[in-house]
């Protein structure tokens, strides 16, 4: 029987035992902290948990009275009315450990059940590929005893942990990472992210929500420098509508507690304060102390694993899955890296990933959905197309929810109008991506997106709109 040892119990890991297992192998995952990794246990599951309950303060906070619900209230008059609304940090928090340890259990069933084992240690690879192209694999247990394994294939998917600035440690109690701040029993009352990717973004929106006065120091022009200006453009304006104060091109050099507050120093020399600091500035692969150089795996600069599209290493042998081979850090990506590195594996028909056809979402409000190739690729000149931008505004379902924000773009080929790719800025806009990403990985034009039925009033409708308006653009030669 072909024998696979998995490191890591991430999306990557535990996807491909499933696969592994059901392909008939010997299976063996070997992870330290429990199935699911930081996705499930300190990451995804978390922090989505912590943000649905943001998303209900933020509707509530900002619809209701435009929508003409009436709130009883009973605070005494004063200069500023008091929020109606309010939320118990620590129960919010103790409901989402609650349910991502639930979820870390669902999984370790399900691997079980398929007939995979399931061990709880640090694993490492020993050496390089044996002459019957066997590898081995060391398990230390938390008590230190070892137990060594040999398999035909190996997976490497043990994920990532924080970035740390050296003068801006974590201490869990003031100064955070965002694995630490489940343990907050308080709301923050003056809350300082440093980074503005997707993490610092999504963190500054939900303790907004919440009830924290938030700053966001961002080092760079705008927030979300990675993502679709247009959509950036969209949330930093929300964000400062809202209250929170956004600081562009001020770069954190160090934070420190100061008794009960936190200091942190800009490279400029300003100072800002706060009651707690979340540091969101990136991550940083788990491939140290692995043993995999030493077994032939070459890593990138930046330590991530370097990878073919099949998950295939340098090393005969050694596949890699997730966050560790720094392609996207998204649970979908690493999923389907340790499903196709199993296919691979095993003999099984198995197509490269296809990171176009890859959709993602960052989880702040409104969210934003991308697919496929975006405005930079266009703007950069590596496709040609035709593009198309719908605000919100105009839909009637957004009107009648009062939504202001947000709008939906299209990206297509100009002879074609096969669509390439596209970016919804919306509430839920994770739901509202998916038509689109059909058609991108369907090789769908804006023709037949435009003749599909949609229900009437429906946000989806402008997915609808954008497409018959470049079907149009395409007969005109316009645009």
Avoid at 214 to 237: F, H, Q
Avoid at 329 to 353: E, K, N, T, W
Wanted: include cysteine; charge should be negative; hydrophobic fraction near 40%.
């Amino acid at each position: 029987m072909t024998r696979i040892v998995i490191i890591g119990g991430g999306p990557g890991g535990y996807e491909a035992a499933l696969v592994g297992a059901q392909l008939g192998a010997e299976v063996t995952v070997v992870d330290c902290d429990g199935l699911g990794g930081a996705s499930v246990l300190t990451d995804c599951v978390p922090s989505k948990t912590l943000i649905a309950t943001a998303e209900v303060m933020t509707t509530f906070d900002s619809s209701y009275e435009e929508l003409g619900i009436i709130v009883a209230d009973d605070t005494p008059h004063v200069e500023q009315a008091a929020r109606v609304v309010g939320v118990d940090l620590g129960k919010v928090n103790r409901r989402v450990k609650r349910l991502a340890l639930a979820q870390s259990h669902d999984i370790t069933a399900s691997v079980t059940r398929a007939g995979a084992r399931v061990m709880r240690g640090r694993g490492r690879l020993d050496g390089l590929q044996a002459a019957d192209g066997s590898r081995q694999v060391v398990v230390t247990a938390a008590d230190g005893t070892e137990e060594r394994l040999t398999a035909d294939a190996v997976l490497i998917a043990t994920g990532g942990h924080p970035r740390e600035i050296p003068d801006a440690q974590p201490d869990g109690e003031r100064i955070l990472n965002w694995t630490q701040v489940y343990d907050l029993d308080e709301l923050p009352e003056e809350l300082i992210v440093v980074g503005s990717g997707v993490t610092g973004a999504e963190f500054a929106g939900a303790y907004q929500a919440l009830g924290s006065r938030v700053t966001l120091v961002s080092s760079r022009d705008r927030v979300l420098p990675g993502e679709d200006p247009d959509a950036a453009a969209v949330l930093e304006d929300v964000f400062r509508r809202r209250g929170m104060n956004v600081m562009a091109r001020s770069r954190a050099q160090s934070a420190k507690r100061v008794g009960d507050r936190v200091e942190v120093t800009l490279a400029d020399g300003r100072v800002i304060t706060g009651s707690h600091c979340l540091m969101a500035v990136g991550a940083i692969p788990n491939t140290a102390n692995m043993g995999l150089e030493e077994s032939g795996v070459r890593l990138k600069e930046s330590g991530h694993i370097l990878t073919d599209r099949v998950s295939r290493t340098s090393a005969p042998g050694v596949y890699a899955a997730g966050d560790v081979t720094g392609i996207f850090a998204l649970a979908s990506v690493a999923a389907m890296q340790g499903r196709i590195a199993m296919y691979h594996f095993l003999g099984d028909a198995v197509a490269p990933l296809n990171l176009k056809a890859v959709s993602a979402n960052v989880f702040t409000d409104p969210e934003i959905a991308t697919v496929g190739y975006s405005q930079a690729d266009v703007d950069a000149g590596k496709i040609e197309a035709r593009v198309v931008k719908l605000p919100l505004l105009r839909n009637p379902r957004a009107k009648m929810q009062g939504i202001r924000d947000g709008f939906v773009k299209i990206f297509c080929r100009p002879g074609t109008g096969i669509v390439v790719g596209g970016c919804v800025v919306a509430p839920r806009a994770s739901e509202l991506i998916h038509p689109i990403s059909i058609a991108v990985d369907n090789n769908l034009t804006v023709e037949q997106i435009a003749n599909a039925f949609t229900v009437y009033p429906s946000l989806s409708g402008s997915i609808a709109e954008v497409a018959r308006q470049l079907h149009t653009r395409k007969l005109t030669g316009e645009g």
